[in-house]
C-alpha cells in the first residue's frame, strides 16, 4: 500500500520518519532487553556453577547476532538497492520479528536441554541478519526523504528511535522490579519485555506498509543487480573500511552506555537494578536530545568539526570518567559520567550517521553504508559488553571498559582525519547543501 500523494509536504513528513524509524525501535528494545536481563538469561539457558562462565556464554550469544550483520548487509543491502527502500524495510522487519518471538517463547535449559540455548542463539543470527541492513535501509531513506541542507538532522531521527526504544525498556523494567520478586524475575518475568515486542510486530508491520517509494530512488532508472552491487563494494573498499573504523566509535560507545550499563552497574558497582535502570533512562533521553541538535549543527558547520572534536574527547575523558566512577560508586556519580558519555555519543553520532550516508556511492548507497555499520558493530560494538567484562576479569580494574571507548574514539578521530584530508570525502558546506562524495 503506498503512502498518500502530499507525504514528501510539511509535517507529512515527520509521519514518514515515525513508519520508517518503527522498526529501529523493535531492534533496540530487543537489544536493549538481552542485555539488562542478561544475568536472567543466563541462569535460564547457559546454568553453570562459575557465574563468570555463565554470563559470559549469555554475552557471547548476544554477540553472535553481530556476526551475522555484514551478511545481512551484503545481501539484503543489494536487495534493497535492487528492489526499493521501502520493500526492503518491510522484509527486515518480518526477519527481525521472527528473531523476536523465537527468544521471547522458547523453554529453558531445564525444559528443552540444549535445544533452548540453540533456538536462542538462532533467534539471535536472525535478528543479527536483519539488522545488518536495518540502520543502513532507514538511514539512506531519511537521507533521500530530507530537504536540501537538512540531511543531518533527519538521519539523527534513526538514532533517535532507539532512544526511545530504550527509555521504553527501561521504563518496562523499573515496573517489573517494583511488582515482581526477584524469584518471579528469574523464573518468567524477564520474558514480559519480549512478549511486549511481539505484540508489537503486527503494529509496526502496519505503519511501515504505509511508506511510499523515496523519489530519489524513484528518479533512477538503472538498479543495479545483486552481483554489480557486490563488485561495486570491493572496488569502494577503502571507502567501506574507512566508514568501519568512523562507526567503531560510535557504536562502541552505544553498546557502552546502554546495553553494558544495567549489568556494569548491578555486577560491578553493586547498585541496584533501580538505580541502573534510572540512569539507563536518563542516557536515553540525552541522546535523544543531543542526536537531532548535533545533527542539525552539521548541516549549518559541516560534518567534520563535530566529528573531530567529540571523537578526539572520547579519546582523552572515557577512561578518566570511569576511573573516578569505579573510586566513587554512587547514583549521583553514575548518573553524572552516564551523562557526560552520552553527550560524547549523541554528539558524535549525529554527524557521524549523515556522513556515512555522504560518502558512500549512490548506487550502492545501502549496502555500502550497512556494509561499513555492521562490520563495525559485529567487530567492536556488538562485543562491547563482552570484551568489558573480560577486560575487568583479567586485568582486575573495574574502569579497564574505560579504556575500550577510548579505542573506540581513536578509531573514530583516525577515520575521519583519513576520509576528509584524504580526498576520499568532502564535508557539506555551511549552507547544509550536500556535495556528492566519491571515493
Not at 99 to 114: R, S
Not at 182 to 188: I, K, L
Request: proline share 5%; net charge positive; hydrophobic share 55%.
Amino acid at each position: 500500500m503506498a503512502g498518500h500523494p502530499d507525504e514528501d509536504q510539511g509535517g507529512s513528513k515527520a509521519a514518514a520518519v515515525l513508519r520508517v524509524t518503527s522498526g529501529n525501535f523493535l531492534e533496540m528494545f530487543d537489544f536493549f532487553a538481552f542485555g539488562f536481563y542478561a544475568s536472567y538469561i543466563a541462569k535460564a539457558f547457559f546454568p553453570s556453577e562459575n557465574e563468570f562462565a555463565s554470563l559470559m556464554l549469555t554475552f557471547m550469544t548476544f554477540g553472535a547476532g553481530f556476526l551475522m550483520r555484514p551478511l545481512g548487509a551484503v545481501l539484503l543491502g543489494a536487495y534493497v538497492d535492487r528492489v526499493g527502500r521501502r520493500q526492503g524495510l518491510i522484509v527486515t522487519l518480518a526477519i527481525m520479528a521472527a528473531g523476536t518471538v523465537l527468544i521471547a517463547l522458547v523453554p529453558d535449559y531445564a525444559t528443552l536441554g540444549l535445544l533452548a540455548p540453540a533456538l536462542v542463539l538462532i533467534g539471535r543470527l536472525l535478528q543479527g541478519f536483519s539488522a545488518g541492513v536495518e540502520l543502513g535501509g532507514v538511514s539512506v531513506y531519511l537521507a533521500e526523504l530530507a530537504p536540501p541542507g537538512r540531511q543531518g538532522f533527519y538521519v539523527a531521527w534513526q538514532s533517535g528511535s532507539q532512544q526511545v526504544a530504550i527509555m521504553a525498556a527501561a521504563a518496562i523494567g523499573y515496573a517489573l522490579n517494583r511488582l515482581l520478586m526477584p524469584a518471579e524475575m528469574g523464573a518468567w518475568g524477564w520474558r514480559i519485555p519480549f512478549l511486549i515486542g511481539c505484540l508489537l510486530v503486527p503494529f509496526l508491520f502496519y505503519i511501515r506498509r504505509s511508506l511510499q517509494e523515496t523519489p530519489a530512488f524513484r528518479a533512477r532508472k538503472v538498479h543495479p543487480p545483486v552481483g554489480e552491487v557486490v563488485r561495486s563494494l570491493g572496488r569502494n573498499w577503502r571507502i567501506v573500511g574507512l566508514g568501519m573504523l568512523m562507526v567503531a566509535m560510535t557504536t562502541i560507545a552505544f553498546y557502552a552506555i546502554t546495553v553494558y550499563t544495567p549489568t556494569f552497574g548491578k555486577s560491578v558497582l553493586r547498585l541496584s537494578d533501580t538505580d541502573s535502570l534510572v540512569v539507563t533512562f536518563c542516557v536515553a533521553v540525552s541522546n535523544l536530545f543531543w542526536l537531532p541538535v548535533m545533527g542539525a549543527l552539521s548541516d549549518r558547520v559541516g560534518r567534520r568539526p563535530i566529528l573531530l572534536l567529540f571523537s578526539g574527547l572520547t579519546l582523552v575523558t572515557a577512561y578518566p570518567a570511569l576511573a573516578w566512577l569505579v573510586a566513587h560508586p554512587s547514583f549521583e556519580t553514575m548518573l553524572a559520567v552516564l551523562l557526560w558519555l552520552s553527550f560524547l555519543y549523541g554528539s558524535y553520532n549525529g554527524a557521524m550517521v549523515v556522513a556515512l550516508t555522504e560518502i558512500v556511492p549512490v548506487e550502492v548507497r545501502t549496502a555500502g553504508f550497512s556494509l561499513a555499520y555492521s562490520l563495525a558493530t559485529a567487530i567492536f560494538g556488538g562485543m562491547t559488553p563482552l570484551i568489558a567484562t573480560w577486560l575487568i576479569e583479567a586485568s582486575g580494574n573495574r574502569a579497564a571498559p574505560g579504556l575500550w571507548m577510548a579505542f573506540g574514539g581513536a578509531c573514530g578521530l583516525v577515520a575521519t582525519l583519513v576520509l576528509y584530508r584524504g580526498g576520499a570525502a568532502r564535508d557539506v558546506p555551511a549552507t547544509g547543501a550536500v556535495r556528492s562524495a566519491r571515493p
